[in-house]
Structures are given as C-alpha cells and as structure tokens.
C-alpha cells in the first residue's frame, strides 16, 4: 500500500530553471494538497485542489502552477525557479467524508517530500 | 486571521513526560490535529480531538483543549528517544475546502 508518493526525493535547480514535481495517491482521495515547509515556518499551502480539473490557490501560491487532470496525481511546477524557492515540498491527500465526534473528516495523508535547492 | 503558534523546541531527558503546547486563534475550528514528523519523512498524524471535547487520551498520549483560551497540548508519558521527532498542531477550518492552519512545528529532542 503506497499511499501517498512524491517524486523525486531530491532536486538541484539553477536560478531561472523549470521543473515539475509529481504526487500521486492511490487512496482515491477528492483532495490533494502542494505545502512547502520552510525552518521556523512551518507548513504552508501553495496550491489545492478539491477534485478532478480543478485547482486553487492557498496561502503562497506565487511562482508555482498545478494542474490535476487524473484524481490520483497532482503536479506542482515551478517556471523559472528562483532561491527563495530552496524548500521541502510535501504533498498530501484527504477524503472529506462525512466525519463524526470518532472520526474526524478530511485527515490528511503526506509523502515523504521533495527537497529542492536553486542555486 | 488564521494563526497557529507552537514553541520552537522543547527537550526533556528519556522517561520524563512531555507536554507540547499550541495557541490558535480561529475559534470556529472543528477538529484539531497533532502529526508527527521524523527526520526526513512526511507528516503522519499521530492523534486529534473534537471541538466539543476537553480531553483525549491514547495510551501514551494526552490531548488537552481549552475552548475559552484557544490553548491545545500534547502530553506525551514516559517519553522515550524514539519520540525525537517535530510535532506539528493544526487546525481544519470547515470552510468547503477542508483546509488546515498548522503552527510552526515543536523540534522535541529526547535526552537518553
């Protein structure tokens, strides 16, 4: 069970370079999420998306695109990276449900990230 | 606005317990999370609570919530190094898009 899986692992960009990264789940699930964690920052949303062909934008969506054309993938890219992009990305999945007091709606399940360094 | 507020580090000595606090500000959230992060690897979620809810426990975990001060914390007993780890709290916002604010994340160190 692979559940959620980001690739790849590790990335070296120079400034101005292009890039896409890839998530993909095998969970079925509506949602997928793009968070890049940043030292003393923690998480914060670039991109979501609530189903098949649609995207939205999050908390810093600035220099990164997304598209969702089959439910179980979710591609991040990135034009022409710059430094401030140095970061780990992670990649996450959740189903809404319909939740109760057990169990919560929309647990969110994450890849093991993407580090990526611009020079 | 949304914000979640985690102190940066804590360290406590192998057995001891541990207790990790959380501040959040929006009060219409419904369910609050803890995860769990180990070196290199993704967020796993590691325990949660409903709003309507003082208290949960989960074998070595203690989750306590105090509605009227916006205040969540995580006690874990009996810590062991295994639990070196960054605990992240977050919060889901019922908002249509299920998003989560999560806090900046508690780097636990785990003295032997």
């Known amino acids: 069970n692979a559940g959620v899986t980001q690739t790849p692992k590790f990335r070296v960009l120079k400034t101005g370079q292009s890039m896409t990264l890839l998530c993909a789940q095998d969970m079925n699930h509506e949602y997928m999420y793009w968070y890049r964690q940043d030292p003393g920052m923690g998480l914060r949303l670039i991109h979501y998306?609530?189903?098949?062909?649609?995207?939205a934008k999050g908390e810093v969506p600035d220099g990164y695109n997304v598209s969702r054309l089959k439910k179980q993938n979710f591609l991040l890219g990135l034009e022409s990276a710059a430094p401030s992009q140095t970061s780990v990305y992670f990649c996450a999945s959740s189903y809404p449900g319909s939740g109760s007091d057990v169990t919560p709606k929309n647990i969110q399940y994450f890849g093991a990230g993407t580090r990526l360094s611009v020079l | 606005g949304e914000d979640v507020e985690q102190s940066l580090f804590l360290s406590v000595r192998e057995g001891d317990s541990s207790v990790i606090n959380c501040t959040y500000t929006?009060?219409?959230?419904?369910?609050l999370y803890w995860y769990k992060q180990e070196p290199g690897a993704g967020l796993q979620l590691l325990t949660y609570i409903f709003s309507n809810m003082d208290m949960k426990q989960d074998q070595r975990l203690t989750v306590l919530l105090n509605k009227k001060d916006k205040h969540l914390s995580l006690r874990i007993a009996d810590t062991q190094t295994g639990d070196s780890a960054i605990y992240f709290c977050?919060?889901?916002?019922?908002?249509?898009?299920?998003?989560?604010?999560f806090g900046t994340g508690t780097r636990l160190k785990v003295l032997a």
């Open positions: 977050a919060e889901s916002i019922i908002s249509g898009t299920y998003k989560y604010i």
């Open positions: 998306s609530v189903g098949e062909g649609t995207t």
């Open positions: 929006d009060s219409s959230s419904t369910y």
